[in-house]
């Protein structure tokens, strides 16, 4: 019986998502550890979905760039991820928001967007909202598509 090609066992093995160090865009600084310990959260939760089929990457040096230089195009290429999540925490009207981005990286397509509000300016909730919003994208996305 003969070894399947490398070809085929990349094929066939997970999907890798990355998740992209999230960034706190309130001016804020008491929000910076919050913000940056929110992408580990994610990455943490996400690899207890599914192994077999989800390979979650949040360490990789591409992931930890700043919005500013972040280039979405070289983190498919150095990771070989299909997907990748960003985050943003901002100041609005009401309070603070954050916005949740799910984009499939081989066309830069947002699959998922979300804003996700937290009145009175508090951050209350915003790890469990944060966490269940990129978990529902990935089980959607990822675990749910049907097959190519």
């Known amino acids: ?39 580990d959260l ?21 992931l930890r760039q700043p919005r500013n230089i972040r280039n979405l195009k070289a983190v498919a290429a150095s990771l070989n991820a299909e997907y990748v999540l960003l985050g943003q925490l901002q100041k609005g009207e009401t309070g603070l928001r954050f916005i949740t981005h799910f984009i499939r990286l081989r066309d830069e397509t947002h699959l998922r967007a979300n804003r996700l509000v937290m009145p009175g300016g508090g951050v209350d909730g915003l790890e469990a909202a944060v966490v269940e919003e990129f978990e529902r994208a990935v089980r959607e996305h990822v675990l749910n598509r049907p097959a190519n």
């Open 42 to 62: 994610v990455v943490a939760r996400l690899t207890e979905l599914d192994r077999a089929h989800v390979a979650v990457i949040g360490n990789a040096t591409i």
């Open 1 to 39: 019986m003969s070894q399947p090609s490398t070809q085929q066992v990349v094929a066939q093995g997970p999907t890798i998502v990355g998740v992209s160090i999230f960034d706190n865009e309130t001016g804020l600084a008491e929000h910076d550890r919050l913000v940056a310990g929110l992408s």
